[in-house]
């Protein structure tokens, strides 16, 4: 499989006009696109609850609190990628509390190649988390049919007075014939037979 290079739409959370400035010009380059800005948690958590991010870049500190719990609430509940930027005192100790979650830590002050790197291992997860989101979807797509073939079959067993077996047999022909999906099929039994 072939990595697509795809746009990222992303959440910046910095109360300092002066990183905006600089971290403009890096996030710019269509990686990250469409960008959001807000300088503070409680605008971000408004944000997060309105929009679906890919990425939330948090640039710390910040003016209502210093972001390491939001970062790990995140990483931890959405499927999205974190990057907290941390003064390098702070470093090894935010680095320490947010890491387990999966939030990357960047130490400032930094450069825009070091933030470009981290957006690349950002983009690296975010595409990992997509494919979890997709066997997920696949996996409980596949529990539905499940129980919806084993309702109708049950419906068709009390009330066609039929084993399992041929319940089964009754869905899986029925799908073949009509050249349609045992769910359809169940689903039209279990329409038949409320």
Same mark, same amino acid.
């Given at each position: 499989? %072939?990595?697509e290079e795809r @746009? !990222? ?5 910095? #109360? ?6 600089? &971290? ?47 970062a ?12 907290i ?8 100790e935010?680095?320490?509390? %947010?890491?387990?979650?999966? @939030? !990357? ?5 930094? #450069?825009g ?5 981290? &957006? ?12 979890f ?11 539905e ?20 077996p ?29």
């Amino acid at each position: 499989m %072939v990595f697509e290079e795809r @746009a !990222y739409k992303t959440l910046v959370v910095s #109360s300092s006009e002066k990183f905006n400035d600089n &971290l403009s010009p890096v996030l710019g380059n269509g990686k990250c696109n469409p960008i959001t800005w807000v300088d503070s948690i409680a605008a971000a958590k408004r944000m997060i609850l309105e929009n679906v991010f890919d990425y939330v870049i948090i640039n710390t500190p910040l003016p209502d609190e210093l972001g390491v719990k939001f970062a790990i609430d995140l990483s931890e509940n959405k499927n999205l990628v974190c990057l907290i930027l941390v003064r390098s005192e702070l470093y090894p100790e935010i680095k320490a509390k %947010v890491t387990p979650y999966g @939030a !990357y830590t960047l130490s400032k002050p930094t #450069s825009g190649v070091a933030i470009s790197q981290a &957006l690349d291992f950002c983009a690296a997860t975010r595409e990992r988390l997509r494919g979890f989101e997709k066997k997920t979807l696949s996996i409980e797509g596949k529990m539905e049919e499940i129980r919806l073939v084993n309702r109708a079959k049950w419906l068709l067993i009390e009330n066609m007075r039929l084993t399992e077996p041929e319940a089964h047999k009754y869905i899986e022909k029925k799908a073949m014939n009509l050249c349609i999906s045992k769910t359809d099929v169940a689903r039209e039994i279990i329409k038949n037979y409320p």
